[in-house]
């Protein structure tokens, strides 16, 4: 007889329900199988209405980020046995709005993610006809940052984006430095006009869960750290030496 | 567009998982070392005061109330200096010959400085 497990997966129709509920599948127990292939037999098995986003099934789309057992996951890298015997509650991302079932509203952080202007700042009038060079090193100073797959997890870890919805947020503070700390960018003063305000890198409290939870290993806390680093030096060079460029 | 849910965050969202609440026993840590300064502040007010204030000082310590309440300042204040020395690698990045100096490395100079200024101040006060 097939092993099997619960899966306790948050429920919420928004036009029926005034409040997300649990509600119980048993599924499979397969050794190869994660949370995510869990989710899609109960959608071609058991009950067709149950919604949640997916794409690759690879950890580079970043888009099956849920609640699993309280911890923020990717479902396409989060094994059913790990959590053997079960259940395995499997909920929304925390701290965003929720649309339905297990799909979240993400519109919050793709305004911030485009305030922090994550794309190449350069001062020249016409874009270059060849391309710009880079040596390994420059490219190693930022490529841990530029891992990030925006699956929002380190928002799920974060209290200070639960609690204060304006905080910018680790992976849009990561990304920003990323684009910093590129040879080939020119805004970095640009950027810190934008995150230098209390909602930006102040508003971190460096809790460090973003980094704990972050799949691809981007350090967002580290990124954050740096930045009111690199902010204090600025704002002591300001002051200290008032003659000087910014 | 259709109704979405908010919940709201708990007033004790810290008493959940263990990472939240060491976070906040870390921020919380800042308070016993501000004890700690106002102590070494009246130390050094009772030692310019003369021999029978630096005594009354020590008496005022030596209650077991304080001994206890110093105790617990003191895990706090070590909890505090090896969390905050252990993130340092986090926040400061340097290279050297193109590869990044590790982590530890960079921890290490805040043990030394700890260490020394530790050893200074038991040279001072046990030589008497």
Not at chain 1, 30 to 51: C, F, H, M, P
Not at chain 1, 108 to 128: G, H, M, Q, S, T
Not at chain 1, 130 to 139: D, G, I, M, V
Request: net charge positive.
């Amino acid at each position: 007889m097939t092993e099997t497990i619960t899966l306790e997966v948050a429920r919420y129709c928004p036009d029926r329900d005034s409040a997300p509920s649990l509600q119980s599948y048993q599924v499979p127990l397969r050794e190869e199988w994660v949370v995510l292939d869990a989710l899609n037999y109960i959608k071609d098995q058991l009950d067709g209405s149950l919604t949640f986003r997916w794409s690759c099934r690879m950890g580079i789309c970043g888009s099956c980020g849920m609640m699993v057992n309280g911890e923020p996951k990717l479902t396409c890298a989060t094994f059913l046995t790990h959590y053997r015997p079960g259940p395995i509650r499997v909920e929304p991302l925390r701290y965003f709005p929720v649309v339905r079932d297990l799909v979240v509203d993400i519109t919050d952080f793709l305004a911030k993610l485009r305030d922090v202007k994550p794309w190449l700042v350069r001062e020249d009038a016409k874009p270059p006809e060849r391309e710009f060079l880079q040596t390994p090193e420059q490219l190693d100073t930022y490529k841990q940052y530029s891992m990030c797959i925006n699956c929002l997890l380190c928002y799920a870890a974060c209290p200070v984006y639960g609690l204060d919805s304006l905080f910018k947020g680790p992976a849009a503070l990561a990304l920003a430095q990323r684009y910093n700390l590129d040879s080939r960018d020119q805004g970095k003063e640009e950027r810190m006009d934008i995150l230098s305000q209390h909602d930006g890198i102040w508003g971190c409290t460096f809790v460090g869960e973003c980094t704990r939870v972050c799949p691809k290993n981007v350090d967002p806390a580290g990124a954050i750290q740096r930045y009111k680093l690199d902010a204090a030096t600025e704002w002591f060079k300001s002051v200290l030496m008032p003659w000087g460029n910014r | 567009m259709s109704r979405l849910y908010r919940k709201r965050v708990s007033t004790y969202w810290w008493l959940g998982p263990w990472p939240y609440l060491r976070f906040i026993l870390r921020e919380a840590s800042s308070v016993p070392v501000a004890w700690f300064v106002v102590v070494t502040l009246r130390q050094l007010r009772a030692l310019a005061a003369g021999r029978e204030a630096y005594a009354e000082f020590q008496q005022w310590m030596s209650q077991p109330p304080m001994v206890a309440l110093n105790a617990v300042c003191f895990v706090f204040v070590l909890f505090h200096t090896i969390t905050w020395f252990n993130l340092t690698p986090r926040a400061v990045v340097l290279r050297l010959r193109g590869q990044r100096v590790p982590d530890h490395l960079i921890a290490a100079p805040n043990y030394l400085g700890w260490v020394a200024a530790s050893a200074a101040v038991a040279w001072l006060i046990l030589r008497a």
